[in-house]
């Protein structure tokens, strides 16, 4: 079993900086990939921001040169730094995980979601 734990979200201003951070733990033998997806109320979930186990990043056009997603493996946690936050990245956001498992099993995995609001 693996568990996702995020943490991180709030309320901030326009302009402010929030980082998130997903937290892995349980039967991981490696990553493949690791990503950030966020949800707007009444809109569909879409991925924010990835990277691989090479790590290599890849970004949404929309928060391209404002976010970054980076990822401690001691840790193994992911993080999303989010800077000069507009009132339109308010969402629930969510992390996704690539696993091989312990019984080589791949398996996708995802968070409780945190919230982040930005007030303008």
């Known amino acids: 079993q693996v568990q996702l734990v995020e943490s991180g979200g709030g309320l901030v201003q326009a302009g402010g900086s929030l980082r998130l951070s997903c937290a892995a733990s349980g039967s991981i033998l490696r990553f493949n990939a690791e990503g950030w997806y966020r949800q707007a109320p009444g809109k569909q979930r879409e991925l924010v921001a990835g990277?691989?186990?090479?790590?290599?990043?890849n970004y949404a056009d929309s928060v391209k040169g404002r976010f970054t997603i980076s990822r401690d493996n001691a840790k193994n946690t992911v993080y999303l730094q989010m800077n000069s936050l507009k009132p339109e990245d308010t969402a629930v956001y969510y992390c996704?995980?690539?696993?091989?498992?312990?019984?080589?099993?791949?398996?996708?995995?995802w968070g409780q979601g945190t919230q982040v609001t930005v007030s303008s």
């Open positions: 990277i691989t186990s090479g790590g290599n990043t």
């Open positions: 996704n995980a690539d696993i091989i498992t312990f019984n080589a099993l791949r398996r996708n995995y």
